[in-house]
């Protein structure tokens, strides 16, 4: 898959946003858990990225809590709706991995929906962040436990300005 690409600093380390005409593919930690395929075939384009650039720095200064923007991440159905699900977990909240199961319509796929929240390719924009487990502690993140809990600290102490 040939996109286009932007890495950038932002005050949780450098992203790496990719994407094509369809939207954004993936979204990218300094030291991501899991590389994209492909990545090696991907043009540098700031221009192509500058929106998604732009709404996550807005977010992570304290000034968006949502996102407009064109998502295109490939995976299994079952990955498809885990991801989509995210999208329903307010901003300033978490849920537990039961809590967005159930939600799914998969009361005891709590380990699956785990599997699937950890493969998330568009982290941020599709809050995995707010996934913790059932006692409240913070479990895995693709951007390391620390920027998980960056995010959440930024959302418990920020009045979303946007919807």
Known sequence: MNLLYDTFDSPIGALTVAGDSQG??????????????????????????????TQLLQYLRGERSGFALPLAPHGTAFQL???KALADIPFGETWSYVQLARHIGHPTASRAVGA????????????????I????????????????????????RTQPLFA
């Open 24 to 53: 954004i593919h993936h979204i990218l930690f300094e030291n991501n858990r899991y590389d994209a395929k492909g990545r090696a075939q991907w043009q540098r384009d700031a221009n192509a990225m500058r929106e998604a650039r």
């Open 81 to 83: 709706r885990v991801w």
């Open 116 to 131: 699937a929240n950890g493969r998330n390719p568009l982290p941020i924009v599709l809050p995995c962040h707010r996934v």
């Open 133 to 156: 487990g059932s006692s409240g502690a913070l479990t895995g993140f693709g951007g390391g436990l620390e920027t998980k809990a960056a995010l959440l600290e930024l959302e418990s």
